[in-house]
């Protein structure tokens, strides 16, 4: 079968609450067109049995001219260009690229190699609560966005000083908005990167960006604007999501107090809330651009040879047909097999870092901060006009 119907345009209300969408999307239209904010036309994917098989499909790619073909069958004019060298990273290749590139930082990021890191974590947790001193904080400033960017930030070797640079850049660029600012903050990025990584080469440290460049000069591993390409993906998908693991998941247990109630007598607990947080309200929307190759047929549907896939991670860990009770936040409930760090070759290399910082922030502000409620209507929060990340701007507790 092919859908003929126009594709649905997805509008502000979209980005508060993705799933009132794919509710409707999963029974009439589980695989169907829609319109972007940009004005792309994309598929979209929104039941979880199409939605796993989907992301670990070779027919839907990743890398070659997919994105500029697209674009311009469709008649969009690709006015917002990413500098050249943030785009040659693992998350925007197919293999044997692939492979290669991730296999240079994969040992980096095992679990065993992540729980070397607790101690540095717990303390960096511990210094942000304590700075939070006053009735009210933003949590995203106070605390959501320092833990995880100063972490990945140190195991990198980015000196403190740029990381506020680095959050306006990033924000910049995952969100919708004018071409030229984000032209203009890719570029800002890639020079900042470059200069990082000529001065990893000319003052090598003890660091995972000083051994990356290493390994670009050793041999012909990888190219010059493949580190930097490494370095910017590693950077942003280190905290970007993670921070909205934080908000998310925070936000969700002030308003469901009896779930935190749940959590404080019994700590053990927290690392399977976090993957209920994760399955509940993750911080990753749609997964990124996907071309097919040939024609595909999903769920009944044929996507045909050279469009765009988007699989909704959201849509998926709220599926019915998954999930008992898909909309009900319940952190002793198995949320295993969630689909908040994708699937297949490209599921996220930085999960195990992801939940160690999870598990650590959401018992170190639950201790810490007993009697935390949101400042804020929940309903005026602002959203994120990002496809990708699902967060709020600020969360006032
Ligand atoms: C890939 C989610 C934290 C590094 C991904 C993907 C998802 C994801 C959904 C796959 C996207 C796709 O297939 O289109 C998350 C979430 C996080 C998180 C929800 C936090 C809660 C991190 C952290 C790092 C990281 C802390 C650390 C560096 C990466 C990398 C990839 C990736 C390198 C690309 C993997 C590949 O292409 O093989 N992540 N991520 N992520 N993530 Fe994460």
């Not at 991730?102 to 960096?124: E, G, Q």
Request: aromatic fraction near 6%; charged fraction near 20%.
């Amino acid at each position: 079968m092919t859908t003929t119907t126009d594709p649905r345009p997805l509008d502000d209300a979209f980005f508060a609450d993705p799933d009132a969408l794919y509710r409707v999307l999963r029974t009439e239209a589980p695989v169907s067109r829609v319109v972007t904010t940009m004005g792309l036309t994309v598929w979209l994917v929104t039941r979880y049995a199409d939605a796993r098989p989907a992301l670990n499909d070779a027919r839907l790619a990743k890398s070659g001219s997919g994105f500029a073909t697209v674009l311009e069958k469709q008649g969009i004019e690709n006015r917002a260009r990413f500098a050249d060298s943030l785009v040659g990273h693992m998350l925007n290749t197919d293999p044997p690229d692939h492979t290669r590139l991730r296999k240079l930082v994969s040992r980096a990021f095992t679990v065993r190699a992540i729980a070397a890191m607790r101690p540095r974590i717990t303390a960096l947790a511990e210094e942000l609560a304590d700075a939070m001193t006053g009735d009210e904080a933003d949590l995203l400033d106070a605390f959501a966005f320092p833990l995880p960017m100063t972490v990945i930030s140190e195991l990198l070797g980015v000196p403190p000083e740029h990381r506020e640079d680095f959050r306006g850049w990033s924000n910049t660029l995952l969100s919708a908005g004018e071409p030229e600012t984000r032209t203009a903050a890719a570029g800002a990025m890639a020079q900042f990167l470059s200069q990082l990584v000529a001065d990893k080469a000319a003052h090598p440290g003890d660091d995972m960006l000083s051994a990356i460049v290493r390994a670009a000069e050793d041999g012909d591993s990888l190219s010059h604007t493949e580190v930097i390409s490494m370095a910017f993906l590693l950077l942003v998908a280190g905290h970007e999501t993670t921070v909205n693991l934080i908000a998310n998941g925070m936000r969700a247990l002030l308003q469901h107090p009896d779930q935190a109630a749940l959590l404080r007598a019994d700590p053990a607990l927290v690392p399977n809330a976090v993957e209920e947080f994760l399955r509940y309200d993750g911080p990753v929307n749609l997964a990124t651009l996907r071309f097919s190759t040939q024609d595909v047929e999903i769920g009944g549907t044929t996507v045909p040879a050279g469009e765009v896939v988007l699989v909704s991670l959201i849509g998926a860990n709220r599926d019915p047909e998954r999930y008992e009770r898909p909309t009900e936040l319940d952190v002793t409930r198995d949320a295993r097999g969630h689909l908040a760090f994708g699937y297949g070759i490209h599921h996220c290399l930085g999960a195990p870092l992801a939940r160690l910082e999870g598990e650590i922030a959401f018992r170190t502000l639950l201790s810490r901060f007993p009697a935390m409620t949101l400042a804020a209507d929940p309903r005026s929060l602002t959203w994120r006009e990002s496809t990708l990340i699902h967060g709020v701007t600020s969360m006032p507790v």
